[in-house]
């Protein structure tokens, strides 16, 4: 408690001091500093006065400017679960304003920014969940992913452990939009199936992870059609302090977990100066082959059992006997992150951020492929992902400034290259395939806020974006006994090089009332996007002409959003969205090459965008000291799906031939209706002073539309988690338990949900129990954490690996 109280009294010196310094700077203005009754300054903190001829909020520092003309008039502070207090600035001489808010004794939610343009929470009409750096370090996740799925209403699928593919409200892959500090992760190849590009975000250097669940595309364009996972690293911090030069410190860890024979290592330095701040972060960890859980039903005792595995010995392939049933083998990998931020303060209006991340993995074993059996043998001796890598590039550009036309303005200029590759091998073959796809991907995007406070509040979003994405794919065939290489090999996607560029611009507008019990929410984004591909003539298939003159698709698509914020009574808020979504076909919609059993996948140039018409409303009850019960219901009608069928070329046929060959063609096209409901719970109990209760509950159904009334695939069973958490000075206590309902086979949704790894019944219910622990002492914590305590085998709904048996955790954290 001693080193927190130093560290807060720190902090509130260190505004001061900044405080000053700006007064002097700006001699013709009053500075204020808002800050909570613990010290620490708070952001967004309304103030007006009373004609709203000025009003603004506190900037990261919990600092405001008054200028002269309005120093002798009376203005109001207003904070969410704080006091509301005015203050007479004619009676303060002072250039140097400092101020406390009080909590109140009832806090209706948690207030935190949110998204690529840092809106608060409670602006939003969708369900959100925001993550903090604190609680992700707390239970040490081995990746983001697993942080989503223990901290946010998010399922998460996993074909092998180093992936993870986030599941929301039954929309997954390609249906949800990933996003790292503003810039879309989302590509042209992004898949209908599972992916697993969410791993190579580092959780170690995370501030922040926000899920806003439901439609998003006015925000973010095409993708968010279930939901946005927007991963937001920490900033460098500058030095505000007169008698140093430089504000240096940093954090470190090194952590072990036994299921996996996990090493990982983890630094990061912050050193801030007057103008300048810089942020390195590197994490590296090794993960071995992940071992299951023991305990079995009665009913399936040898499920997901890995009784033997494939080998390579004296050049042949070898079947080895598993000395332990229950570790995976295969699914160890590497991982290496690195990040480094430079920030440089213009003036104390504007500020540039360049922001560099390198993620690279070794290659990753796909398990659910090398555990498919063809006969008495295994279908596959490799297969494997090559290195998984991601680079990024950003140079962000904030200006605060009241203008006529705009509070905020944020431009994020970025350029991302990624590489994946895919590795196969059928057992006792020579042959060895190798894909390997490269995307290179341009993006800016350009948002502007405008508040006006009148009697009403209005406020004002607008912007617009672009995304420019191009695709090389190559492939070959290799002998691996004599080095043999053969080019003539089909790629994953068009040979000739493939490209999809999406341009968007959005307005919003948000209405007020005075007493901030009613607020309207309305906007419109219109959006254009155009995919093209091109094929080789040295192509391994003959192909109709026009496909060397290259196919293009262009289209657009009109999305809205409208919605109002009601707080009936000071414990009740409820929000009513109506909104749709879209989600523009990519390169692997239109371009990806599948020739198999006689069919040939072709473009199709009038694929159009999969749309939805979404409902929703979200109802929070305040029960009191920090107490809330919210309840989210929500229904989505998806239109014009893209599925495959049986197509023609534009001259009619429904065949082509290749020499003595003949094709049956198919196509994607827009075909597919369905409905997507559900519900989700979610409680917070203050049991006590220092003892919380917090638990959710997610129900999703979705059904294909049309007479066929089939399931829809993606569609998690009933899952949630119950956590109960325990703080006593230095010390943390966490018990958790995650939990899954049944999944009858005969509601899974097709092969996308992979009925092969589940037992006949379909996949199993399960409940696990795991425990944290750390202690503070200084500048260090020590953790321990108990994962699966009862060592339960449990296999989540769709995934081709089981998850993790009995597992300790140990770790060390420090800072300097």
Same mark, same amino acid.
């Given at each position: 408690?001693?080193?927190q109280?130093?560290?807060?009294?720190?902090?509130?010196?260190?505004?001061?001091?900044?405080?000053?310094?700006?007064?002097?700077?700006?001699?013709?203005?009053?500075?204020?500093?808002?800050?909570?009754?613990?010290g620490?300054?708070?952001?967004?903190?309304?103030?007006?006065?009373?004609?709203?001829?000025?009003?603004?909020?506190t900037?990261?520092?919990?600092?405001?400017?008054?200028?002269?003309?309005? &120093?002798?008039?009376?203005?109001?502070?207003?904070?969410?679960?704080?006091?509301?207090i !005015?203050?007479?600035? @004619?009676?303060?001489?002072?250039?140097?304003?400092?101020?406390?808010?009080?909590?109140?004794?009832?806090?209706?939610?948690?207030?935190?920014?949110?998204?690529?343009?840092?809106?608060?929470?409670?602006?939003?009409?969708?369900?959100?969940?925001?993550?903090?750096?604190?609680?992700?370090?707390? @239970?040490?996740p081995?990746? @983001?992913?697993?942080a989503?799925?223990?901290?946010?209403?998010?399922?998460?699928?996993?074909?092998?452990?180093?992936?993870? @593919?986030?599941?929301?409200?039954?929309?997954?892959?390609?249906?949800?939009?990933?996003?790292?500090?503003?810039?879309?992760?989302?590509?042209?190849?992004?898949r209908?199936?599972?992916?697993?590009?969410?791993?190579?975000?580092?959780?170690?250097?995370?501030?922040?992870?926000?899920?806003?669940?439901?439609?998003?595309?006015?925000?973010?364009?095409?993708?968010?059609?279930?939901?946005?996972?927007?991963?937001?690293?920490?900033?460098?911090?500058?030095?505000?302090?007169?008698?140093?030069?430089?504000?240096?410190f940093?954090?470190?860890?090194?952590?072990?977990?036994?299921?996996?024979?996990?090493?990982?290592?983890?630094?990061?330095?912050?050193?801030?100066?007057?103008?300048?701040g810089?942020?390195?972060?590197?994490?590296?960890?090794?993960?071995?082959?992940?071992?299951m859980?023991?305990?079995?039903?009665?009913?399936?005792?040898?499920?997901?059992?890995?009784?033997?595995? /494939?080998?390579?010995?004296?050049?042949?392939?070898?079947?080895?006997?598993?000395?332990?049933?229950?570790?995976?083998?295969?699914?160890?990998?590497? /991982?290496?992150?690195?990040?480094?931020?430079?920030r440089?303060?213009i003036?104390?209006?504007?500020?540039?951020?360049?922001?560099?991340?390198?993620?690279? !993995?070794?290659?990753?074993?796909?398990?659910?492929q090398?555990?498919?059996?063809d006969?008495?043998?295994?279908?596959?001796?490799?297969?494997?992902?090559?290195?998984?890598?991601?680079?990024?590039?950003?140079?962000k550009?904030?200006?605060?400034?009241?203008?006529?036309?705009?509070?905020?303005?944020?431009?994020?200029?970025?350029?991302?290259?990624?590489?994946?590759?895919?590795?196969?091998?059928?057992?006792?073959?020579?042959?060895?395939?190798?894909?390997?796809?490269?995307?290179?991907?341009?993006?800016?995007?350009?948002?502007?806020?405008?508040?006006?406070?009148?009697?009403?509040?209005?406020m004002?979003?607008?912007?617009?974006?672009?995304?420019?994405?191009?695709?090389?794919?190559?492939?070959?065939?290799?002998?691996?006994?004599?080095?043999?290489?053969?080019?003539?090999?089909?790629?994953?996607?068009?040979?000739?090089? !493939?490209?999809?560029n999406?341009?968007?611009?959005?307005?919003?507008?948000?209405?007020?009332?005075?007493?901030?019990?009613?607020?309207?929410?309305?906007?419109?984004?219109?959006?254009?996007? =155009?995919?093209?591909?091109?094929?080789?003539?040295?192509?391994?298939?003959?192909?109709?002409s026009?496909?060397?003159?290259?196919?293009?698709?262009?289209?657009?698509?009109?999305?809205?959003?409208?919605?109002?914020?009601?707080?009936?009574?000071?414990?009740?808020?409820?929000?009513?969205?109506?909104a749709?979504?879209?989600?523009?076909?990519?390169?692997?919609?239109i371009?990806?090459?599948?020739?198999?059993?006689?069919?040939?996948?072709?473009?199709?140039?009038?694929?159009?965008?999969?749309?939805?018409?979404?409902?929703?409303?979200?109802?929070?009850?305040?029960?009191?000291?920090?107490?809330?019960?919210s309840?989210?219901f929500?229904?989505?009608?998806?239109?014009?799906?893209?599925?495959?069928?049986?197509?023609?070329?534009?001259?009619?046929? =429904?065949?082509?031939?290749?020499?003595?060959?003949?094709?049956?063609?198919?196509?994607?096209?827009?075909?597919?209706?369905?409905?997507?409901?559900?519900?989700?719970?979610?409680?917070?109990?203050?049991?006590?002073?220092?003892?919380?209760? +917090?638990?959710?509950?997610?129900?999703?159904k979705?059904?294909?539309?049309?007479g066929?009334?089939?399931?829809?695939?993606?569609?998690?069973?009933v899952?949630?988690?119950?956590?109960?958490?325990?703080?006593?000075?230095?010390?943390?206590?966490?018990?958790?338990? &995650?939990?899954?309902?049944?999944?009858?086979?005969?509601?899974?949704?097709?092969?996308?949900?992979?009925?092969?790894?589940?037992?006949?019944?379909?996949?199993?219910?399960?409940?696990?129990?795991?425990?944290?622990t750390?202690?503070?002492?200084?500048?260090y914590?020590?953790q321990?954490?108990?994962?699966?305590?009862?060592?339960?085998?449990? +296999?989540?709904?769709?995934?081709?690996? !089981?998850?993790?048996?009995?597992?300790?955790?140990?770790?060390?954290?420090?800072?300097?």
């Amino acid at each position: 408690m001693k080193a927190q109280h130093s560290r807060l009294t720190c902090q509130k010196l260190l505004c001061s001091i900044f405080c000053v310094l700006l007064s002097v700077a700006l001699f013709s203005q009053k500075a204020v500093v808002v800050y909570d009754d613990k010290g620490a300054t708070l952001v967004g903190v309304e103030c007006y006065n009373g004609d709203f001829s000025f009003a603004t909020t506190t900037d990261l520092e919990g600092n405001i400017s008054i200028p002269l003309e309005f &120093q002798n008039d009376e203005f109001t502070f207003k904070y969410l679960g704080f006091e509301t207090i !005015s203050v007479d600035l @004619s009676l303060i001489e002072k250039s140097l304003i400092e101020l406390t808010l009080q909590p109140k004794n009832e806090i209706l939610e948690e207030v935190v920014l949110i998204g690529r343009n840092d809106i608060r929470s409670e602006d939003f009409l969708q369900k959100i969940d925001a993550v903090q750096s604190k609680e992700i370090a707390s @239970s040490n996740p081995q990746t @983001s992913v697993d942080a989503l799925a223990r901290y946010a209403d998010v399922y998460i699928q996993k074909s092998q452990m180093g992936g993870g @593919s986030p599941v929301i409200r039954g929309f997954e892959a390609n249906k949800v939009l990933l996003v790292v500090d503003g810039v879309r992760m989302n590509n042209a190849i992004y898949r209908n199936g599972h992916l697993q590009n969410a791993i190579t975000i580092d959780n170690a250097i995370l501030d922040q992870m926000e899920v806003i669940y439901g439609p998003s595309s006015l925000m973010y364009g095409s993708d968010a059609l279930g939901g946005v996972v927007h991963f937001r690293t920490k900033e460098p911090m500058l030095n505000l302090r007169k008698d140093q030069s430089a504000n240096v410190f940093g954090n470190y860890y090194a952590r072990y977990g036994s299921a996996s024979n996990e090493k990982s290592v983890h630094a990061d330095v912050n050193i801030g100066l007057r103008k300048w701040g810089s942020l390195t972060s590197i994490s590296y960890s090794d993960f071995g082959d992940l071992r299951m859980g023991a305990n079995r039903t009665g009913e399936y005792p040898d499920f997901a059992k890995r009784p033997s595995y /494939q080998s390579r010995s004296n050049n042949e392939d070898v079947i080895v006997q598993n000395e332990n049933e229950n570790v995976q083998v295969g699914t160890g990998y590497k /991982q290496f992150d690195f990040l480094q931020k430079i920030r440089y303060q213009i003036n104390d209006q504007m500020n540039l951020t360049a922001n560099l991340q390198y993620s690279a !993995s070794s290659d990753i074993p796909r398990y659910d492929q090398l555990v498919l059996l063809d006969g008495d043998q295994f279908e596959f001796a490799e297969w494997y992902y090559g290195p998984q890598k991601r680079g990024l590039a950003s140079l962000k550009y904030k200006w605060t400034e009241e203008r006529a036309w705009m509070d905020e303005f944020i431009v994020i200029a970025s350029r991302q290259n990624i590489e994946e590759s895919r590795i196969t091998r059928g057992f006792n073959s020579d042959l060895r395939t190798t894909g390997i796809e490269s995307v290179g991907v341009n993006a800016l995007t350009i948002d502007i806020s405008k508040k006006i406070r009148k009697k009403r509040t209005h406020m004002f979003y607008y912007g617009a974006d672009a995304n420019y994405n191009l695709v090389n794919s190559i492939a070959y065939e290799e002998n691996i006994n004599t080095g043999d290489r053969n080019d003539n090999v089909f790629t994953r996607y068009p040979s000739g090089g !493939s490209s999809m560029n999406i341009l968007g611009a959005y307005a919003q507008y948000v209405n007020e009332s005075e007493d901030s019990t009613f607020v309207f929410h309305g906007g419109v984004r219109f959006s254009s996007y =155009t995919t093209k591909v091109k094929y080789l003539e040295s192509d391994p298939i003959q192909w109709p002409s026009f496909f060397y003159d290259g196919v293009t698709s262009t289209n657009s698509s009109v999305s809205w959003s409208a919605g109002m914020n009601w707080k009936p009574t000071q414990d009740w808020t409820i929000r009513f969205l109506a909104a749709t979504a879209f989600r523009a076909p990519n390169v692997d919609d239109i371009g990806k090459l599948r020739v198999n059993n006689g069919n040939a996948l072709v473009p199709n140039n009038s694929l159009g965008a999969e749309r939805s018409i979404n409902s929703e409303i979200n109802i929070n009850r305040n029960l009191g000291r920090g107490s809330l019960v919210s309840g989210s219901f929500f229904y989505t009608r998806l239109s014009d799906a893209i599925v495959r069928q049986d197509f023609m070329l534009p001259d009619g046929s =429904t065949t082509f031939s290749d020499g003595d060959k003949t094709y049956n063609v198919e196509g994607n096209v827009n075909a597919e209706n369905a409905e997507l409901y559900g519900v989700s719970l979610n409680l917070k109990y203050r049991l006590m002073r220092g003892l919380d209760l +917090t638990s959710s509950i997610s129900y999703v159904k979705g059904e294909i539309l049309g007479g066929i009334n089939e399931p829809l695939a993606h569609i998690p069973p009933v899952y949630g988690k119950t956590q109960l958490k325990y703080s006593w000075t230095a010390w943390n206590f966490t018990l958790l338990s &995650q939990y899954n309902g049944m999944k009858p086979v005969e509601l899974y949704g097709g092969s996308s949900d992979n009925p092969e790894y589940a037992t006949p019944e379909g996949a199993l219910p399960w409940t696990i129990f795991n425990l944290y622990t750390d202690y503070s002492i200084g500048s260090y914590t020590f953790q321990l954490g108990i994962e699966n305590i009862l060592d339960k085998q449990y +296999t989540p709904f769709a995934s081709g690996v !089981s998850g993790s048996g009995f597992n300790v955790i140990a770790a060390v954290r420090g800072k300097f």
